[in-house]
T-cell receptor
Framework: GEDVEQSLFLSVREGDSSVINCTYT??????LYWYKQEPGAGLQLLTY?????DMKQDQRLTVLLNKKDKHLSLRIADTQTGDSAIYFC??????????FGAGTRLTVKP | DTEVTQTPKHLVMGMTNKKSLKCEQH?????MYWYKQKAKKPPELMFV???????INESVPSRFSPECPNSSLLNLHLHALQPEDSALYLC?????????????FGEGSWLTVV
């Protein structure tokens, strides 16, 4: 089973903000990633955050890291229908093993 | 350019066939990976190559045989597969296996075993 946990589904209206949450358990994790997977496609790297950071912003994407609670979130501002996809949270551990969450399926309704 | 190219995009093979999946990157990356992804599941690591040498084999059955002919290419040879091996096979690469290096994925090869 995964040590990285995500809720499986999220549905928002176009133009709203989406917040996808993730929790991890390995305190030695130093890099945390968000990947996007559209139907029938591979994994597209969206963003990542190093564990000595609390926040990282990149255009419509904001990543928040609460290291004490081992909680990571991805906020997508002004969500568009093209943002509909599965979003995977992943942690990279000191042994270089990349561990993925189960993925959150984001549905954006017009 | 952060492109990892995989061929073929789709493959249907019988249980007695021998086929190969191919992966190529021209980013100068020295670590390459094979992941397997079943429907509605996250990717699972199969193999890691570092500087053209096999570093990790996650107890993958011998009917899957990886090969790294050079630093840009990674193959996955398939023989005597089972229907349960049907999945999306993702190739990935990173600069090397250092912790801070991001892993970039290809679009995947959809494999159906009949």
């Amino acid at each position: 089973g995964e040590d990285v946990e995500q809720s499986l589904f999220l549905s928002v209206r176009e133009g709203d903000s989406s917040v996808i949450n993730c929790t991890y358990t390995d305190s030695s994790s130093t890099y945390l990633y968000w990947y996007k997977q559209e139907p029938g496609a591979g994994l597209q790297l969206l963003t990542y955050i190093f564990s000595n950071m609390d926040m990282k912003q990149d255009q419509r994407l904001t990543v928040l890291l609460n290291k004490k609670d081992k909680h990571l979130s991805l906020r997508i501002a002004d969500t568009q229908t093209g943002d509909s996809a599965i979003y995977f949270c992943a942690e990279k551990r000191n042994n270089n093993d990349m561990r993925f969450g189960a993925g959150t399926r984001l549905t954006v309704k017009p | 350019d952060t492109e990892v190219t995989q061929t073929p995009k789709h493959l249907v093979m019988g249980m007695t066939n021998k086929k190969s999946l191919k992966c190529e990157q021209h980013m100068g990356h020295r670590a390459m990976y094979w992941y397997k992804q079943k429907a509605k599941k996250p990717p699972e690591l199969m193999f890691v190559y570092s500087y053209e040498k096999l570093s990790i084999n996650e107890s993958v059955p011998s009917r899957f045989s990886p090969e790294c002919p050079n630093s840009s290419l990674l193959n996955l040879h398939l023989h005597a597969l089972q229907p349960e091996d049907s999945a999306l096979y993702l190739c990935a690469s990173s600069q090397d296996r250092a912790l801070g290096n991001t892993i970039y994925f290809g679009e995947g090869s959809w494999l159906t075993v009949v």
